[in-house]
């Protein structure tokens, strides 16, 4: 096990400088100049001369590889510059939006836990069922609707018209009501869905016959063999989930003007911020990577095929 997380670090510390440095690349080649968008995110209309000078105090000059490189060495000692609308540092304008993403994060998945997991284990033992229908109409339902139109439906529906929650969100737990349903809603579909069919493989294996053969309950079967032994798919919907929501779900931030990590950096491309969106792109990357290697972790130590393969490998 200690030679595969060696192997998995090694592979990440690749995956991190691969996306930072495209990242770099391609803010480099967009038309808009660096110098330029710092003044006129503050309102100045800068001269040319002013905008000689502070290509050279930004670095600009200076070719496009040794620029990245200065970033690098920046950033690994926590330094990933100063943003150009916010007029503060990148990690200190993301500490300020982090927290509420982090809320919005924890409730919107603990909903989805919370619903998808017995309702997919429900429509696995009444497999063809009414009640197994009725569920998985729901789930195609949720997951066929967009999140931009789900968001809108419900400001229309209990901000506009029934008055019972404001158009803007706040970060208080009335106000984050609206946003946690819209995330919630899609992954609770995709959840039941794949819930059902680990509990479904797993209700048709013999060892759910014999257990039912020597007496066993269906609940004891289902609570101590078959939801353990769907935990490994569980963990990988959640891992995925997890990156999705930390990164901050941008569009349903801003549609509810939600002040989280989403919101800001929409508003980062709006102005061209340059600093704060390679900021955003390095806090994605770092989520995904330890969230994938510690979703691979709990697999490995879950499933002994998985660890028998790597072990041979």
Request: hydrophobic share 50%; net charge neutral.
């Amino acid at each position: 096990m200690k030679n595969y997380i060696i192997k998995r670090l090694l592979s990440l510390i690749f995956v991190l400088l691969g996306v930072t440095f495209l990242t770099f690349l391609i803010t480099d080649l967009a038309p808009s100049d660096s110098a330029e968008m710092y003044y006129l995110s503050r309102g100045i209309t800068p001269s040319s001369e002013t905008l000689e000078n502070t290509r050279k105090e930004m670095g600009l000059d200076k070719p496009v590889i040794e620029r990245y490189v200065h970033w690098l060495d920046e950033a690994m000692h926590g330094d990933l510059g100063e943003s150009y609308h916010y007029g503060n540092s990148v990690i200190e304008q993301m500490g300020r939006k982090l927290p509420n993403t982090l809320k919005l994060a924890f409730l919107s998945l603990s909903i989805v836990v919370a619903v998808s997991i017995p309702s997919g284990v429900l429509t696995a033992v009444y497999q063809n069922k009414g009640i197994d229908y009725f569920i998985r109409f729901l789930t195609f339902f949720s997951i066929s609707i967009p999140n931009f139109w789900l968001g809108l439906l419900l400001i229309y529906l209990f901000s506009v018209k029934l008055g019972i929650f404001n158009v803007i969100s706040g970060t208080d737990l009335k106000g984050m009501i609206l946003p946690m349903i819209t995330l919630a809603l899609p992954l609770i579909g995709a959840y039941i869905r794949q819930i059902r069919t680990a509990a479904l493989e797993e209700l048709n294996k013999d060892y759910v016959v014999g257990a039912l053969s020597r007496g066993l309950s269906q609940g004891e079967i289902i609570f101590k063999h078959v939801l353990p032994n769907t935990f490994s798919s569980i963990v990988t919907l959640l891992g995925l989930s997890i990156g999705h929501l930390l990164g901050g779900a941008a569009i349903v931030e801003t549609i509810f003007s939600y002040q989280g990590i989403g919101s800001m950096i929409v508003e980062a491309i709006r102005v061209r911020d340059y600093p704060i969106i390679q900021g955003y792109v390095v806090w994605m990357a770092l989520i995904y990577v330890f969230v994938n290697l510690i979703v691979d972790l709990l697999c490995f130590m879950m499933d002994p095929k998985m660890r028998l393969s790597k072990g041979e490998q």
